[in-house]
């Protein structure tokens, strides 16, 4: 009789046992949603995701949360692109007819160039489908008519939130 107790009490003892660690690893679940939850409210309107420290997610490797901007001038020409680098599909409202603007200053911050062709608030949207990892480009034109010197060019694209990228070159 003292046997048939014990093993009806050890066999209880493990069915508790079992549920209590299905409740934590059900809790462990709910508690990573939660935080996965909290890291996308971090996100700021710019589309990059801020640490703790307020600071910004930069260049280099998957930074889950951010479109990352790049502008590269090679010449006469320039390179805009985006990059997708969250693990979620990102849909982008752009104008129809300019998604994006740039302009170009020279070292006392003066504009000595602009593309702006109509104003992106009045024109039709589009829907653009940018996966993880894919990217979009524009090319934009440098004017042969800029005089040696170093210049700044900003990219704009205007989108929901926008997206800027800026850099340096120098015209010899």
């Known amino acids: 009789m003292k046997k048939i107790l014990l093993s009806v009490f050890l066999l209880f003892a493990v069915i ?24 996308e409210e971090e996100n700021t309107q710019d589309g990059t995701q801020a640490d703790g420290n307020g600071n910004q997610g930069g260049s280099g490797g998957i930074a889950a949360g951010t ?63 940018l996966k993880q990892g894919e990217v979009i480009e524009y090319k934009l034109s440098i004017p042969e008519a800029l005089q040696p010197g170093t210049y700044d060019i900003t990219a704009i694209l205007h989108t929901e939130p926008v997206v800027k990228a800026k850099t340096s070159f120098t015209r010899e």
């Open 67 to 129: 479109l990352e901007p790049t502008l590269e001038v090679n010449g006469k020409q320039a390179s805009f692109q985006i990059t997708n680098q969250t693990e979620r599909v990102k849909k982008l409202i752009l104008p129809g007819n300019s998604p994006y603007t740039y302009v170009i200053t020279n070292a006392e911050g003066k504009t000595v160039f602009e593309i702006s062709k109509s104003n992106p608030q009045f024109e039709q949207k589009k829907p653009v489908t």
């Open 16 to 39: 508790l046992s079992a549920c209590g660690d299905q409740q934590q690893q059900s809790g462990q679940a709910d508690t990573d949603s939660q935080q996965e939850d909290v890291n």
